[in-house]
């Protein structure tokens, strides 16, 4: 990540803080750490600058586009510049809806909002930070959160159609970017973040829904959010000049089978 300035949304928790972290690790120039909460994101804030890094905290709520638009404004200004763009953020249909909500019985207002954050930010951080992106010369590039649920089925409609779109809309970032900006995504099976914590607490059997998430593992576990962002480094490095436009599965093995342990 040498010298690279990144910007990180969703980054108060879970695996955009790990990757907040590892990208100063690994020699990031600065982290800018964007999320609606402002806590947290501070908390990451201390952890990049205990990595040896240097950045800021950009509040943001990604469901308003003027928001969006000042947040990478703010990414630019703040590193002097920007080579890096991670859209991480994202909510799943049961943070909203309280019991698991089949296609029949989703209500509207849940669909809108997986979307807007999880699909129309990404459009519009992408769009807001093309421009830095070109400009860089030093290996730009977009990696975007996808998941497992977006090349193949889950009983969440909005979440798993939502990761189906960005899985195809790094495609096409790819094509219109390039070749000057690559575009990759990863796409993680079950992670153990306050997201997989809070989908197994919501459950009506948590033991079961915890089983569920993990039996499908080749490797018996969870995954963990710093496996995650050694991928994610890995794709906004320069050791992966070659790649764009694919989505790399972070999964224990979960897509090679259709099995439960
Ligand atoms: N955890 C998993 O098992 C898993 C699996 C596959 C894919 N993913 C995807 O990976 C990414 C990271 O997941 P995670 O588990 O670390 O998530 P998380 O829920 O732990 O963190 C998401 C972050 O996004 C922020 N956020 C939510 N709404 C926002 C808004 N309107 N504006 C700004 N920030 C907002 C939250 O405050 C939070 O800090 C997400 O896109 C998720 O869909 C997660």
């Known amino acids: 990540m040498d010298d690279k300035r990144v910007l990180i949304t969703g980054a108060a928790q879970g695996m955009g803080r790990q990757i907040a972290v590892e990208m100063a690790r690994q020699g990031a120039a600065y982290v800018s750490v964007a999320d609606i909460a402002t806590e947290g994101a501070e908390e990451t804030l201390a952890l990049v600058e205990a990595a040896g890094g240097r950045g800021q905290v950009v509040r943001v709520d990604l469901t308003d586009s003027a928001d969006v638009r000042t947040m990478v404004e703010t990414a630019v200004r703040g590193g002097g510049g920007l080579d890096t763009l ?26 809108d909002r997986v979307f807007d954050i999880n699909v129309k930010a990404v459009y519009l951080a992408t769009q807001a930070a093309s421009a830095a992106l070109r400009a860089s010369a030093n290996g730009p590039s977009i990696v975007n959160a996808a ?17 189906g779109a960005v899985v195809q809309l790094t495609k096409a970032t790819a094509i219109g970017l390039s070749p000057e900006v690559r575009c990759n995504a990863f796409a993680p099976g079950s992670i153990e973040t306050p997201m997989a914590r809070e989908r197994i607490a919501s459950a009506d059997d948590p033991v079961r829904q915890e089983w569920l998430m993990t039996g499908a593992h080749l490797i018996p576990r969870f995954g963990r959010a710093e496996e995650v962002a050694e991928v994610v480094c890995f794709l906004a490095s320069d050791r992966a000049s070659f790649l764009t436009g694919v989505t790399v599965p972070v999964d224990g093995g979960l897509m090679a089978w259709r099995g439960l342990r």
């Open 86 to 111: 991670v859209n991480n953020a994202g909510v799943i249909d049961s943070a909203f809806a309280p019991e698991l909500a089949t296609v029949d019985r989703l209500p509207e207002e849940v669909w």
């Open 147 to 163: 998941s497992v649920a977006g090349l193949t089925g889950y009983a969440t409609p909005a979440y798993v159609a939502s990761k």
